[in-house]
């Protein structure tokens, strides 16, 4: 499974874009890059998948170039409840399984 | 949108006691994992199941942990025999077919005294 890394933190205001790379250099043909937010005390919660170019939903935009080395989740506009820990996650689905290995994620934090 | 259950929220255990987490994913799921994360810590895969049976499990998943599907709704976690390491918020999952999303419950907190 590819590994991933991102950033362990960042700070924003609110009402501002949030841009979070994420950078899989050993990405995999199969492997499709999804972002999860946890809030604390929960579990993690999907955010959006893409496998290349750009996926955008009612909540976020993920940018993934042609190399699919990196991917950018684009939040737009944060509010204090987008104060979370942002997840990137590469994998496939293999027979039997999904598994997916979560990082350190990034912890985005939202001030006023 | 569809949820997944699990109970109960908060389990205090004795060290060396047995616990049975419960999950009920979601109903026309097909595959189903556990996850756990110890205070502070990452997200920690320990089990995935499809198909009455063991996918794939970590390291973490040793012979203390063992995984049910008693019917065609719940999915259980078994911790033998606890210890306090074991204190973590465990989480269940579930999705479909395909690359599809995963669904997380909202954890069971184990706390081993």
């Known amino acids: 499974l590819a590994k991933t890394t991102q950033p362990i933190s960042m700070d924003s205001y609110e009402g501002q874009e949030v841009n979070i790379t994420c950078s899989h250099n050993n990405i995999a043909t199969n492997d499709y890059i999804t972002w999860y937010q946890q809030f604390p005390s929960q579990g993690p919660r999907f955010i959006i998948q893409?496998?290349?170019t750009k996926v955008t939903n009612e909540v976020a935009s993920l940018f993934i170039p042609a190399d699919r080395k990196s991917s950018t989740l684009s939040l737009p506009r944060v509010s204090l409840s987008d104060t979370a820990v942002y997840y990137c996650?590469?994998?496939?689905?293999?027979?039997?399984?999904?598994?997916?290995?979560f990082g350190s994620g990034t912890r985005l934090l939202v001030r006023p | 949108e569809p949820e997944v259950t699990q109970t109960p929220s908060h389990q205090v255990t004795q060290m060396g006691q047995e616990v049975i987490l419960r999950c009920v994913p979601i109903s026309n799921h097909l595959y189903f994992y556990w996850y756990r994360q110890i205070l502070g810590q990452k997200v920690e895969f320990l089990v995935s199941f499809y198909n009455n049976e063991i996918s794939e499990k970590s390291e973490i998943f040793d012979d203390q942990f063992s995984v049910e599907r008693p019917d065609g709704s719940n999915f259980t976690l078994k911790i033998r025999s606890t210890k306090l390491e074991d204190s973590a918020m465990y989480f269940c999952?579930?999705?479909?077919?395909?690359?599809?999303?995963?669904?997380f419950g909202s954890g069971t907190q184990l706390s081993v005294l």
């Open positions: 996650l590469v994998g496939d689905e293999g027979d039997s399984s999904y598994k997916l290995i």
């Open positions: 999952a579930s999705h479909g077919q395909g690359n599809e999303k995963l669904f």
């Open positions: 893409g496998y290349k």
